[in-house]
């Protein structure tokens, strides 16, 4: 009989494949009933979603390609020696940790071969060491931030809509489903995050729905809750939260405040960003602070930084630290360096390295993110790091050019997960740096960077994953490149 989409089919997973799942290699002609010239091969391959080598699962065909098809696994009949049993009960409905029901050692495996591929097979590099991945301390509560959205569209889960509980469907507070950008899952714990942030959580949306406030509507643009932060300062007492709203309404804000303080002294600041925008993206286009000083306090390594709202910090606060070691291992500093770090956020890195350098000129395009760097530098006593804004996207030599800065021995990069653009890759290869350590939450255009760099007499010499994100897919990458001498190769 011959087979089509939709239908079930028993499969063995062999191996690993990106983001999630397993593959099988079968007889074409044997798995789809056909009778091929060059089907009958064992080499015909499916890529079986939620799966891990050594299931047995049957799953249901949902894409059936000349060289390879795509299943969705429906029944494990026996599972992988790999496998746990994941603790959240969300898992599977909610977008965050998708490989909680792997082991840690295997997420860990997968991640660093994963990394390997990419510089392989699509980076083509060869030649160059790999270190082995660094484990994040904790594989639970390993948060500092949390971003909630508010949504008019709940999604109902299996067990509630056959519940009898009468339930709003017009108002979650939670995490979106993957691709369904519009609906949201309202839940009450998230493990990633302390217990004391679920509670402010579980509070926020009562204090809310009682209320009967509105939720901003990404379809019709109109209502008034669009998002909840939540900032927790990992080794310091500070926690911040962050309503994000589509207008001003102070007298509700301060009730809320008020209330949220009360029941929860532990909350330090209170702040309220508006958004007009169209996206729902969890960023103000300005800020009031509601309560407090509208920052929070962490470590890394010796050094404590402030953050605000709008600021990138690094999330896995305690893994950052051995990120930013990471990066120090690479660029082995002999103390007369000068360094620029191009995407500097808060100034985090410029701050670690700084006593290891000369002088570090750091580089950002958010403003808040500056100015929380320039009181972090003066909150730790430094004094040979200088800030500058710069959006990186173009061009930054000219800003390098009319500030007369010195060229730098070291460049340290860490963009966002789009990588750098070409422009800014140009310039840092115009910049002629002894050395380049690229840091990336995201291997994938990572490699495509550095490639620009090795083809204009750049050498990769090694690679360090680091797991900032245990339970998701997401994989931080460090790199080291250092400039060839002339002829040599
Ligand atoms: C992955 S974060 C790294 C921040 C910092 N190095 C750290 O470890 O906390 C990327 C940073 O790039 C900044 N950024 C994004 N686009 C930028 C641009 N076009 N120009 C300059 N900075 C940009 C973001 O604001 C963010 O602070």
């Given at each position: 009989m011959k087979l089509k989409k939709g239908d079930i089919v028993e499969l063995h997973i062999e191996k690993y494949a990106f983001e999630g799942k397993g593959i099988a290699k079968v007889s074409k002609n044997e798995l789809l009933g056909i009778n091929e010239e060059d089907g009958n091969e064992k080499n015909y391959v499916v890529f079986v979603h939620g799966t891990y080598p050594g299931d047995v699962v049957k799953s249901r065909l949902i894409k059936i390609k000349k060289s390879y098809a795509e299943a969705i696994a429906v029944e494990i009949l026996s599972p992988s020696s790999d496998r746990t049993q994941a603790k959240c009960k969300y898992f599977g409905l909610c977008g965050g940790c998708k490989q909680q029901d792997l082991s840690y050692p295997k997420q860990l495996e997968y991640k660093q071969k994963q990394v390997g591929e990419i510089f392989n097979k699509?980076?083509?590099?060869?030649?160059f060491s790999t270190e082995p991945i660094l484990p994040s301390d904790n594989v639970f509560f390993y948060r500092n931030k949390m971003e909630f959205s508010f949504s008019d569209k709940r999604w109902l889960t299996k067990q509630e809509i056959s519940s009898n509980d009468t339930l709003s469907k017009d108002f979650a507070l939670g995490l979106h489903i993957p691709k369904i950008y519009d609906k949201v899952l309202d839940i009450d714990e998230c493990l990633l995050q302390s217990d004391l942030s679920n509670q402010i959580l579980n509070f926020t949306r009562k204090f809310f729905l009682e209320k009967n406030i509105s939720v901003y509507s990404t379809k019709t643009h109109t209502g008034f809750l669009r998002n909840l932060v939540i900032r927790q300062s990992f080794y310091n007492n500070y926690l911040m939260v962050n309503l994000v709203t589509s207008d001003e309404d102070e007298i509700l804000l301060k009730e809320f405040a008020n209330n949220l303080i009360e029941k929860f002294p532990a909350v330090t600041t209170v702040v309220n960003n508006i958004s007009k925008k169209l996206s729902s993206v969890a960023v103000g286009d300005y800020e009031k602070v509601i309560y407090g000083s509208g920052f929070i306090y962490d470590k890394i390594g010796d050094y404590n930084f402030r953050i605000s709202a709008n600021s990138f910090f690094q999330t896995n606060t305690k893994q950052a630290e051995k990120l930013y070691q990471t990066a120090v291992d690479f660029a082995q500093f002999n103390g007369n360096e000068i360094v620029y770090d191009l995407y500097s956020g808060a100034g985090t890195i410029a701050i670690f390295i700084s006593q290891k350098v000369r002088k570090v000129f750091a580089f950002e395009s958010v403003q808040s993110a500056v100015e929380d760097a320039k009181v972090n530098a003066q909150l730790n006593n430094i004094s040979n790091v200088d800030f500058i804004i710069a959006d990186l996207y173009k061009s930054f030599l000219p800003l390098v050019e009319k500030n007369n800065l010195p060229k730098p021995d070291v460049i340290i990069v860490d963009p966002p997960r789009s990588g750098m653009h070409k422009n800014t890759v140009d310039n840092v290869i115009a910049l002629a740096p002894d050395k380049i350590v690229y840091v990336s939450c995201n291997p994938t255009t990572q490699v495509r960077d550095i490639k620009l760099m090795v083809d204009a007499g750049?050498?990769?010499?090694k690679i360090r994953p680091v797991d900032?994100?245990?339970?998701?897919?997401h994989i931080e990458n460090v790199s080291l490149l250092k400039k060839l001498e002339h002829g040599s190769n």
């Open positions: 699509l980076g083509g590099f060869i030649d750049y050498k990769l010499m900032m994100f245990p339970h998701t897919y």
